[in-house]
């Protein structure tokens, strides 16, 4: 008989561990089992205040229904080692990952995994090797992934008439960081958060000019930390330029030092697209963007730039609700677990894959950003 309940074990009890808390608890095919913490009453205090926001799923059994509340465990290997868990969400700062992923996949764990995966594109690719010879699936944590706005957006950006040929990429993800940041924040510390902002937002900006692509790898990159923090170790402003097969390029901006923006612009050459929220959509009940098609008519002394925007929509809560993105994400993730379905079907992208090239994508930055901005050449 197949499972039909995923059981999830997260690992640290990270901030955003909260919110995927309650994306298991809004999946319908996933459970919380076990929340394993360095210190076990800072696991108790997690399930603690988790539950009272969003209680452990309901078991309906004999018509009687029961809480199941998760087990604090004091030890992230212990939690591992248990025969009651099918997944583990790594929730853990970049560089205490690799251990723990590769802990996992030996235990038969399936691994949920933050991003950026790795400090370097080899870890990485030890870490999913690790997953693949393991037989269990391996997937980053980008929530965007899942939401029902790609497949529409794809629709967009093929539409002959009204796009055209995409030319150019253009991503922004930042925000401020308050007045403890650079002391307190993982993302501020070249021992926990190596690439800062780059790892942090940038994963998001090289993410979508990646899917926009198609997935083809840009031939070469050039980046430069325009600010850093932990003395000059952590880059906390960032500025990357991708340049992909048949002159399309992407550009990107992320920073730890501007205001809340989370902004794509796809251009091709007959139209363009705008995506206001790329990552975290604005709070509403439908997730948007626009199209573009304006047009310049000069006739002698008038010069009118016409506007011709359209509003485009899907049925999708932002967050926190059944069909919200990070919610797919733990219920896409689950069924692949429950059919035991993470081989990889023939032409298919996998997570696993994706997450590479996204890794490989960013340590060019980083190599480039060592060398002054330099362009640096990737190979497929
Ligand atoms: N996909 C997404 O939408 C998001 C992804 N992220 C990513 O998730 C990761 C975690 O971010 P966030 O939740 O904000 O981080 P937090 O600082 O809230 O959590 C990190 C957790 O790591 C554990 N940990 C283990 N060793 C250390 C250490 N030496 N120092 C600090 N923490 C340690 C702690 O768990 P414990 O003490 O319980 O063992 C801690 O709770 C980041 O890499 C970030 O990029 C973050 C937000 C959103
Ligand atoms: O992944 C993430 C999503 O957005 C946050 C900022 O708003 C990031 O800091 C975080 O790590």
Redesign the pocket.
């Known amino acids: 008989m197949t499972k039909k309940i995923c059981r999830w074990g997260f690992i640290?009890?990270?901030?955003?561990?909260r919110k995927n808390w309650k994306a298991v608890r809004m999946s319908g095919n996933s459970v919380v089992a076990a929340v394993a913490?360095?210190?076990v009453s800072?696991?108790e205090a997690?399930i603690h205040d988790c539950s009272l926001e969003c209680p452990p799923v309901i078991e309906q059994e004999d018509e009687h229904p029961t809480l199941t509340r998760p087990l604090a465990i004091g030890d992230y290997q212990e939690l591992i080692d248990r025969d009651d868990i099918d997944a583990v969400y790594i929730?853990?700062?970049?560089s205490?990952r690799k251990k723990w992923v590769i802990a996992a996949a030996k235990a038969g764990k399936h691994v949920l995994c933050?991003?950026?995966v790795a400090v370097h594109g080899d870890d990485a690719e030890e870490m999913i090797q690790a997953c693949r010879e393991a037989g269990v699936g391996f997937m980053d944590?980008?929530?965007f992934d899942h939401s029902a706005r790609l497949p529409e957006l794809r629709r967009s950006l093929k539409d002959p008439d009204r796009f055209g040929t995409l030319r150019r990429i253009q991503t922004h993800f930042s925000f401020c960081g308050d007045d403890s940041f650079d002391q307190s924040n993982?993302?501020a510390s070249a021992e926990?958060?190596p690439h800062g902002c780059l790892?942090?937002l940038g994963w998001y900006c090289i993410r979508m000019s990646l899917w926009a692509s198609g997935f083809q790898m840009p031939i070469a990159v050039a980046g430069r930390s325009i600010r850093t923090l932990d003395e000059g170790r952590v880059p906390s402003e960032f500025q990357g330029e991708l340049r992909f097969e048949g002159d399309l390029s992407a550009g990107f901006f992320c920073s730890f030092h501007c205001v809340n923006q989370q902004t794509a612009t796809l251009s091709g050459d007959r139209g363009y697209i705008t995506i206001d929220d790329f990552v975290l959509p604005f709070v509403d009940a439908e997730v948007k963007w626009q199209t573009n098609t304006h047009d310049l008519q000069i006739h002698n002394c008038r010069w009118n730039f016409g506007r011709h925007s359209t509003s485009h929509a899907v049925k999708e809560h932002a967050s926190g609700e059944p069909d919200s993105q990070?919610v797919r994400m733990i219920r896409n993730f689950a069924v692949d677990v429950l059919q035991n379905s993470h081989h990889i079907a023939p032409g298919s992208i996998h997570a696993a894959d994706v997450a590479l090239k996204t890794q490989r994508v960013l340590d060019a930055l980083r190599r480039s950003d060592a060398e002054f901005g330099a362009w640096v050449s990737l190979e497929e």
Do not use: H, N, Y
């Open positions: 640290g009890a990270a901030a955003i561990a913490s360095r210190d800072r696991a997690f929730a853990l700062p970049t205490l933050e991003k950026p944590g980008v929530m993982i993302r926990l958060e790892g942090d990070e």
